[in-house]
């Protein structure tokens, strides 16, 4: 079945970095665009970044622009996203999501932000 498992949240200081990770299975991973959503406490969730089947394509919200950078390794079926000069306002849940068209989403990771 399909499955999304991300990794690589923490606790980490105003203006560093981190690097998710979203480790897909069940599903052929190199065939369709990625993405990357988030969602803060109190608020909806929302898009952050997405990226096509070959890398060839990226996408980001505004807010991260120049920030994030999304990447892909399809031999190892897996999507990144290197997050650099983070603030408060970066803080939430990270998800992964794919379209098969059905949506699939993964658990989440928590990324705190605060010094």
């Known amino acids: 079945q399909v499955q999304l498992v991300e990794s690589g949240g923490g606790l980490v200081q105003p203006g560093g970095s981190l690097r998710l990770s979203c480790a897909a299975a069940?599903?052929?991973?190199?065939?369709?665009?990625m993405k990357w959503y988030r969602q803060a406490p109190g608020k909806e969730r929302e898009f952050v970044a997405l990226?096509?089947?070959?890398?060839?394509?990226?996408k980001y919200a505004d807010s991260v622009k120049g920030r994030f950078t999304i990447s892909r390794d399809n031999a190892k079926n897996t999507v990144y996203l290197q997050m650099n000069s983070l603030k408060p306002e970066d803080t939430a849940v990270y998800y992964c999501?794919?379209?098969?068209?059905?949506?699939?989403w993964g658990q989440g990771t928590q990324v705190t932000v605060s010094s």
């Open positions: 999501k794919v379209s098969l068209p059905q949506d699939y």
């Open positions: 990226i096509s089947s070959t890398g060839g394509i990226t």
């Open positions: 069940g599903f052929i991973c190199s065939a369709v665009f």
